[in-house]
T-cell receptor, first 114, second 110 residues
Framework: GAGVSQSPRYKVAKRGQDVALRCDPI?????LFWYQQALGQGPEFLTY????????KSGLPSDRFFAERPEGSVSTLKIQRTQQEDSAVYLC????????????FGSGTRLTVV | DAKTTQPPSMDCAEGRAANLPCNHS???????VYWYRQIHSQGPQYIIH???NNETNEMASLIITEDRKSSTLILPHATLRDTAVYYC???????????FGKGTKLSVKP
């Protein structure tokens, strides 16, 4: 497709449930980022991939958060044992080259933990 | 923490120029200034970026002061669809991570 695609668009999870959020970046884009955006706040960096390598995961808030990009294209962000504070919009972005800064963002997945 | 300071909100009349300021007094020599905007319920959208020269594209103009400690994003003829949160971001280096602050909520009014 022409843009970054994220699915599902909305997800409601019961507290303690595991969830998996998918990101389809623009074809050929090397860099892929995940961000978390709480209500009324700016997006906060979670993790960065260059192709299949996860080069920075310093923003992941706990070991319940795990991201992968096994073939260097599609990426999945997994949250285990979800908590209410995990409720947020999870945004994925991709760019053609590393460090270019001109990222294309998806529309995000809104996760609500009840 | 974000390296930029922006006013939390601004209003602009439809059809007039919107001038959004940003202070980035600690910017280093290899860091760029990026502007993104986020319309409600959408992901951030890239607008423009620059290093030290002024830049213009089909969306906006970016004016960077000579000392690079501040910049202004100019939307020359604001429309209602330009109502959004505008983020000014300083970024550089090998990782290229974008660190977002709270941005400026621009409201364009008829």
């Amino acid at each position: 497709g022409a843009g970054v695609s994220q699915s599902p668009r909305y997800k409601v999870a019961k507290r303690g449930q595991d969830v998996a959020l998918r990101c389809d970046p623009i074809s050929g884009h090397v860099s892929l980022f995940w961000y978390q955006q709480a209500l009324g706040q700016g997006p906060e960096f979670l993790t960065y991939f260059q192709n299949e390598a996860q080069l920075d995961k310093s923003g992941l808030p706990s070991d319940r958060f795990f991201a992968e990009r096994p073939e260097g294209s599609v990426s999945t962000l997994k949250i285990q044992r979800t908590q209410q504070e995990d409720s947020a919009v999870y945004l994925c972005a991709s760019s053609l080259v590393r460090g270019s800064g001109g990222y294309t963002f998806g529309s995000g997945t809104r996760l609500t933990v009840v | 923490d974000a390296k930029t300071t922006q006013p939390p909100s601004m209003d602009c009349a439809e059809g007039r120029a919107a001038n959004l300021p940003c202070n980035h007094s600690t910017i280093s020599g290899n860091e760029y200034v990026y502007w993104y905007r986020q319309i409600h319920s959408q992901g951030p959208q890239y607008i423009i970026h620059g290093l030290k020269n002024n830049e213009t594209n089909e969306m906006a103009s970016l004016i960077i002061t000579e000392d690079r400690k501040s910049s202004t994003l100019i939307l020359p003829h604001a429309t209602l669809r330009d109502t959004a949160v505008y983020y000014c971001i300083v970024s550089g280096g090998s990782q290229g991570n974008l660190i977002f602050g709270k941005g400026t909520k621009l409201s364009v009014k008829p």
